[in-house]
């Protein structure tokens, strides 16, 4: 084999457990790789290629010794900067706050990808304090989209986007309060889980907004992701469910909100997609949904006044040390009346009933555009693009923020290209719980399109 690192997370770690690959060679050919691209992408703060190698060479005596710790065993993954492991410096996307922040303990679905053998490369690049959908941090320099390196990774996970598309590592924790996984998954080409709302351990994770934070995976397949959420969570019906097909399942299309104003590049990859679902043996219905547009709004009145609440200390007494975006996002979170606050929290629970009740009820999933627009350049999302830029900040989070908002699962996964060669991404939402739902649709699906087998020309700019 000449590179390892075109293996996906699954054959990887398949080819660890029968002998035909060392986890020594995989995690040396992950290093490389970071060697090569890394100055270019910065999608890794941070590499550790002695522990790294140390820890795949006791991997692989122990697959010698007959020993096998989980499905990881000797797989090289990195993570989001913002996970906490003991003794080790841990940012939060904030070198000038959070740059000697070393915590005492591992956060918990670290200590499990752990125990399931998984060898850890180092740290990954995000958006400061995770506030901002597009890669940018102030203090960090911009994360850069492996299939183009002026277009945008999507954020605040930058670093897991640009890791797992460019075969740096072979899969990633990120987190999605609004977004965050979904969206540099969308941008990057991979796939991106978000969870159920409470579904993951956030012990050990650095808080943002406790009513909507959540762990997820970035990987380059459903199955992938599935392994990492079954390690993270310890449901075992999100392995089971790849390789079972769509016969039987219905796909919802709204009516409302989702596919209002989409570029016709990406409702023609989203049409294409449709029909290869079908073909699979999935039933198309129409649905209609409850109003969506007040949903972003109402995740805002939740998610900046509990951001506001963590960081009022350093607001206090160090505001200068905050990236002039982010500091003037958390300052609007201490201006949210009390009121208003707790009127949107206490609507969530209305506004998921009337989902559950209402498409739910005709549909297993909602089958949706991850985002509007094409992958917005560098340039178009940048402090100095003038008034457009909050336009097009605003566009890339409009189809995720509503789900982060209901507590809902949702995952993305690549759709196609547009004319530029960008990843056009699709978006399925299933009711709570309903995680191996998801991963079933989204295996079958890439299984007869085919998508997953095209990989960024890295090596034009290596």
């Not at 320099?141 to 897991?160: A, L, M, Y």
């Amino acid at each position: 084999m000449t590179d390892p690192t075109s293996l996906t997370l699954t054959e990887a770690a398949r080819a660890v457990r029968d002998g035909t690959l060392r986890a020594e060679a995989l995690a040396d050919a992950c290093l490389d790789r970071i060697a090569r691209l890394n100055p270019t992408l910065n999608a890794f703060l941070s590499v550790e290629p002695e522990e790294a190698l140390a820890a795949a060479r006791a991997a692989d005596a122990e697959v010698r010794a007959g020993r096998l710790r989980g499905p990881l065993h000797g797989v090289p993954l990195a993570h989001k900067d913002m996970f906490h492991r003991a003794g080790k410096r841990c940012t939060c996307g904030s070198p000038t706050i959070r740059g000697d922040f070393r915590p005492e303990r591992t956060a918990t679905v670290l200590e499990r990808l752990d125990t399931a053998g998984a060898v850890t490369l180092g740290t990954l690049h995000m958006a400061e304090f995770a506030m901002g959908p597009t890669g940018h941090n102030a203090h960090l320099g911009r994360c850069r989209n492996p299939w183009d390196p002026d277009r945008i990774t999507g954020g605040s996970s930058s670093g897991s986007g640009a890791a797992v598309a460019g075969r740096l590592a072979f899969g990633s924790l990120g987190s999605d309060t609004g977004g965050s996984v979904r969206l540099p998954a969308a941008l990057c080409g991979v796939v991106g889980l978000k969870p159920t709302q409470g579904a993951t351990p956030m012990d050990g994770v650095m808080p943002l907004s406790e009513s909507l934070d959540c762990v997820g995976p970035l990987a380059r397949s459903a199955e992938d992701a599935a392994t990492l959420f079954s390690v993270i969570t310890g449901r075992t019906d999100a392995v089971a469910a790849i390789g079972q097909g769509v016969e039987g399942l219905r796909l919802g299309i709204p009516r409302q909100f989702y596919y209002d104003g989409l570029d016709p590049a990406v409702a023609a990859a989203l049409e294409r997609a449709r029909a290869v679902l079908e073909r699979a043996g999935a039933r198309v219905v129409d649905v209609d949904i409850p109003d969506h547009e007040p949903y972003g709004d109402l995740a805002n009145l939740v998610f900046t006044p509990e951001a506001a609440a963590v960081h009022a200390p350093w607001l206090r007494e160090r505001p200068q040390d905050y990236g002039p975006q982010v500091r003037a996002r958390l300052l609007q979170g201490l201006m949210v009346p009390a009121a208003s606050y707790l009127q949107a929290k206490q609507l969530r629970a209305l506004h998921l009933r009337a989902m559950i009740d209402g498409p739910f009820a005709r549909c297993d999933a909602l089958f949706v555009p991850a985002l509007r627009s094409r992958v917005p350049t560098a340039a178009q999302t940048d402090v100095g693009a003038g008034p457009a830029m909050a336009a097009v900040v605003a566009g890339v989070a409009a189809l995720t923020r509503p789900v982060s908002y209901l507590g809902l699962p949702a995952l993305v996964t690549p759709a196609g290209f547009d004319p530029d060669g960008m990843p056009i991404a699709m978006q399925l939402i299933a009711r709570p719980q309903a995680e191996a739902t998801l991963l079933r649709i989204a295996d079958a699906y890439e299984r007869a399109a085919g998508w997953l087998s095209r990989v960024p020309q890295t090596q034009v700019f290596s």
